[in-house]
């Protein structure tokens, strides 16, 4: 089994309460794991794990399955959907990614949407996540339940069923009715008792906010590692890096125009090596905070002007991995503050930009943030973020 097939075995098994405490080898675990379910199980779980991290990891055929499932539902057009297993995920994303596809109802069968740590943080859009619900706020869901605004399967009553809706702005939207058994933070519209508050996502920027600024002992050092001059190398630096941050430039293209040179692969290996390293000094007391948020169950996603190879350093980061949702400008193809990655931060977390605030300490990426209907904090230190953030 691929070691990508593996991760998703490993992961569904913690769903099932089987393995939290094994530690070794991922190879190993997943051995001991196959080993202690029965035959069926097992035999489903050789079949499921590799399927999951194939569509899960391939771009190209996440989005050929998405638009078969598209077609067919254009196709016959009908009003209730009903998808089991993997099928669910393809056709959830599907639904969202088309919304010209017209289904009333979408009914899941066996799903691993809500399979955290597997399925639920990779969706697309990403969903919302929530903390568990006030006494108050069960109450007023219990009432919900009384009036019969809900539907069960007769046969099945801890099914789900999900209901299509349209919003105000014509887009389509699934609707997550309220069940005794929920996934939490499915995408949905707004709740109709005005004793459940709206969800505020908070966005925070990486370098300045969660990290400190670099340092000019560290640029000097970079420079010095490829011979440059260091006043030149770091005019070079910041001039050409909005075009790195987008994407516009290789590392390879980005490291020459700073250093007026052809870079060598060994030069460029080593300059993004310490660019990343750089970058990786935490703001104690913003990642402190950040540690709250998560703890206290907020919703919680990063926004970061970076290029794909600084970002995929920071992943490595624990407090950086800890957060479910990082969108880096590299991987977008878009920069702050152009209004443009506002709008698809607030579609990736499948968010009103209303709902989201937005934390940087470039007051450029502020503005930008306002104009794109989001809220809004100029970052100066972890204090006065505290007493700014929603509570």
Partial sequence: MELQAQEVLAGWARNLGLGEHVTGALKSVTGWLLDRLDERSAAFAKLFAPEVAAYLTD??????????????????????????????????????????????????LGSPLGMRNVVFEHLLPAPRQRARRAPARRAALGEHLRQGRHRRHPARPRRLLHRRRRGRTGQPRLDRLPHRREIPG?????????????MTWIVFDYGGVLS??????????????????????????WEHRLAFDRADLSPHAYWSAVLGRAAT????????????????????????????????????????????????????????????????????????PDKEIYDALARGLGADPSDIVFVDDREENVEGALRAGLRAVHFTDAAALRASLPG
């Fill in 59 to 108: 771009k190209g055929r996440r989005e050929k399955c998405r638009q078969a499932v598209a077609d067919v539902i254009r196709r016959n057009r009908p009003r209730i959907v009903i998808a089991h297993s993997l099928g669910s995920v393809v056709t959830y994303e599907a639904l969202w990614a088309c919304p010209d596809l017209e289904a009333d109802l979408l009914v899941t």
């Fill in 186 to 198: 499915l995408p949905g519209a707004r709740p109709a008792s005005a004793t459940i508050p709206r």
């Fill in 212 to 237: 400190l600024p670099q340092s000019a002992d560290d640029a000097d050092a970079m420079a010095r590692a490829v011979g440059a001059e260091p006043g030149a190398f770091r005019r070079g630096y």
């Fill in 265 to 336: 692969p060994a030069e460029v290996a080593r300059l993004v090596a310490m660019d990343v390293s750089s970058w990786a000094n935490p703001d104690r007391g913003t990642v402190a905070l950040l540690g709250e948020l998560l703890d206290a169950g907020r919703d919680v996603a990063l926004l970061s002007n970076a290029p794909v190879c600084v970002g995929d350093g920071l992943d490595q980061l624990p407090w950086i991995a800890a957060i479910g949702h990082r969108y880096y400008s590299g991987r977008m193809g878009l920069v702050k």
